[in-house]
């Protein structure tokens, strides 16, 4: 049975899991799935950057480029992208406690970037900008959670100016049946209700206005990054002397190994779709 979650379940859930996710787990909050090289690498942080620079270069974000990061969480893309592109950028995300870790982390890491980058508390529905302010919108892995994906679209359309690039990546829902397995441990588990397939998401942004660019089915990362997560989580419960930082590395390691099976059940995926708000679209 599928369960409608709502923004505020899953704000509250964001909200109340930044403790220890940041205390057991990583301590920068990278939360998006990572990009490997091959089946022999277990590199998680290379891989989770690799998404990001895939991301950055396939948008053709550049110096010159302001960019908003839709459910941005800690603010690390963002930071990166700054660091890296020398772009400026706003990060926004449903979960107050996460936006005012980004901002405590641009302040403590990133200093220098505090002129160029700001990070609000807000909803992907109701996007805090004009229209026409950006010249490129990103995302990872986290539109999936919007409720209403059809007004998400309709307001990263609006905040994008004519031309401008949206590029993200997004968990998938394959199939349109879910089995109760899946949908305890992989959907319930985040309070995510549902979401698209590859090729709904493109009719999906299509019906929004967008062009699509690129559509780039990424299962085999999603399977890496959770065979690899599983076997870190193991590792680190097996060493650590404190009895609830074991109890979340086993949660989480049974839940790596859900997801795995979820996704050779063909009911969870990953992938990067590049859009595009036409020339001549009206802001
Ligand atoms: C899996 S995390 C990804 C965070 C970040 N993009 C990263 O790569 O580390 C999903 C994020 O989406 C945010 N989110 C969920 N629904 C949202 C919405 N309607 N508007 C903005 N952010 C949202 C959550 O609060 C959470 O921080």
Redesign the pocket.
Known sequence: MTHAYT?QD??D???ETLPNYLGFWDSD????TGYFSGDADSNYPAA?ERT?AMLAARAGIGGSSYVL?????????LTYLAGHAGCRGEG????EE?VKFARQRLAAVSPGQQGRVAFRH????RLPYEPATFSHVV?????F???DKAR?HAEIYRVLRPGGIFAFSDFLQPVADIGERARKHVYDR?RWSGGYSLAGYQAALEEAGFEISLADDLQDHIRQTYRVLGVTARERADTTQDSAAREWMLTFAQSCGEIQAAIDRGEFGWGMIVARKPDNAGA
Not at 92 to 95: G, H
């Open positions: 923004e899953v704000e859930f964001f909200d909050g990278v939360l998006h989770a990001s990061d839709v459910g941005c969480g800690c603010g690390n893309f926004v995300d449903l979960s996460r807000g909803s992907a529905t995302s990872q892995d986290a539109l959670l919007v409720p998400s985040v």
